[in-house]
């Protein structure tokens, strides 16, 4: 064949071929392929980031976690090779997800795992790490993530302290002023088999069962007399509605119990007020 035909044949080819990729979105012709994933962030309450590695990935792929995980979506900037996939986490334990394409076809299956939440309290004598359980108390966990994330527990202090008993924060800064920026009161969820055990979790309310909103206090004791009890009978009056159990101290109980041998007294008509500030300086989620 002529050197030039043969030459210009050539260039057709390579023009016909860079003309097809372009049509086709460059790799987007190829089914896209999944070989890993990766999560560097996925905390109950908070939007998860999820890292997919892979060939010839998307923004367009599809992900489908259940109602564990809500409004998935796939960053624009996502290259063909790691894709972050991002969805806001609803709930604990096993999280399924399975991806597809834009067409439906399935490319990956599998399972990912959320921890139960952990929040840390940074205090004046230490640190005490606290796990929630919102699988039996949603509502109140929830909200407490609520104050959490809020930075409403910054620099306040424990307030109510009493050996044997308890130990009560969340309401109060220095002098026993009042912290701004309360919620509306949540409802009870004391009926949820959580019982008020020595290091457990549970919210301050006052007389009204529907009172809670931001006070917490840790159970110094196992406290049953604060448990909910049912009424014997319709027209008996001797049930508990009780205190919602939520969380326990899975660190940091010894700082819990050296809080609770602070000198106390009345302070501004409050009684059981340690007399020296113990400061919860900060609350973060870590887990």
Same mark, same amino acid.
């Given at each position: 064949?002529?050197?030039?035909?043969?030459?210009? =044949?050539?260039?057709?080819?390579?023009?016909?071929?860079?003309?097809?990729?372009?049509?086709?979105?460059?790799?987007?012709?190829?089914?896209?392929?999944?070989?890993?994933?990766?999560?560097?962030?996925?905390?109950?309450?908070s939007t998860a !980031?999820?890292?997919?590695?892979?060939?010839?990935?998307?923004? !367009?792929?599809?992900?489908?976690?259940?109602?564990?995980?809500?409004?998935?979506?796939?960053?624009?900037?996502?290259?063909?090779?790691?894709?972050?996939?991002?969805?806001?986490?609803?709930? #604990?334990?096993?999280?399924? +997800?399975?991806?597809?394409?834009? %067409?439906?076809?399935?490319?990956?299956?599998?399972? +990912?795992?959320?921890?139960?939440?952990?929040?840390? =309290?940074?205090?004046?004598?230490?640190?005490?790490? +606290?796990?929630? %359980?919102?699988? /039996?108390?949603?509502? #109140?966990? $929830?909200?407490?993530?609520?104050?959490?994330?809020?930075?409403?527990?910054?620099?306040?202090?424990?307030?109510?302290?009493?050996?044997?008993?308890?130990?009560?924060?969340?309401?109060? #800064?220095?002098?026993?002023?009042? *912290?701004?920026?309360? *919620?509306?009161?949540?409802? =009870?969820? !004391?009926?949820?088999?959580? /019982?008020?055990?020595?290091?457990? =979790?549970?919210?301050?309310?006052?007389? $009204?069962?529907? !009172?809670?909103?931001?006070?917490?206090?840790?159970n110094l004791v196992?406290?049953?007399? +604060?448990?909910? /009890?049912?009424?014997?009978?319709?027209?008996?009056?001797?049930?508990?509605?009780?205190?919602?159990?939520?969380? /326990?101290?899975?660190?940091?109980? $010894?700082?819990? $119990?050296?809080?609770?041998?602070?000198?106390?007294?009345?302070?501004?008509?409050?009684?059981n007020v340690p007399?020296? %500030?113990?400061?919860?300086?900060?609350?973060?989620?870590?887990?």
């Open positions: 064949m002529n050197p030039s035909i043969s030459a210009f =044949l050539c260039r057709c080819f390579v023009f016909s071929l860079a003309a097809l990729l372009a049509a086709c979105g460059g790799s987007a012709g190829f089914t896209p392929t999944v070989t890993a994933v990766q999560t560097q962030s996925l905390m109950y309450g !980031s999820i890292y997919v590695g892979g060939n010839d990935l998307r923004a !367009s792929m599809v992900a489908d976690l259940g109602t564990g995980c809500t409004s998935p979506s796939f960053s624009s900037n996502s290259s063909p090779s790691l894709a972050l996939l991002t969805c806001q986490v609803k709930t #604990t334990g096993s999280l399924p +997800l399975k991806i597809s394409t834009a %067409d439906g076809q399935v490319i990956y299956q599998g399972t +990912l795992t959320v921890p139960n939440p952990q929040v840390q =309290l940074t205090t004046s004598k230490g640190n005490i790490v +606290l796990e929630l %359980d919102p699988s /039996k108390a949603p509502t #109140t966990v $929830d909200n407490f993530l609520g104050y959490v994330k809020a930075g409403f527990y910054s620099n306040t202090i424990f307030h109510r302290v009493i050996a044997g008993f308890v130990v009560q924060g969340g309401g109060f #800064t220095s002098g026993m002023v009042q *912290q701004t920026g309360l *919620q509306n009161p949540i409802a =009870l969820e !004391s009926n949820n088999g959580l /019982k008020n055990l020595r290091g457990t =979790l549970a919210m301050a309310r006052t007389n $009204d069962p529907a !009172s809670a909103t931001s006070q917490f206090f840790v196992d406290n049953g007399f +604060l448990d909910y /009890k049912a009424p014997s009978a319709p027209d008996k009056n001797d049930g508990n509605p009780g205190y919602a159990v939520f969380g /326990k101290v899975v660190q940091g109980l $010894d700082v819990v $119990d050296s809080i609770a041998q602070v000198a106390t007294g009345t302070v501004s008509g409050f009684e007399l020296s %500030d113990v400061t919860l300086t900060k609350a973060s989620q870590i887990k």
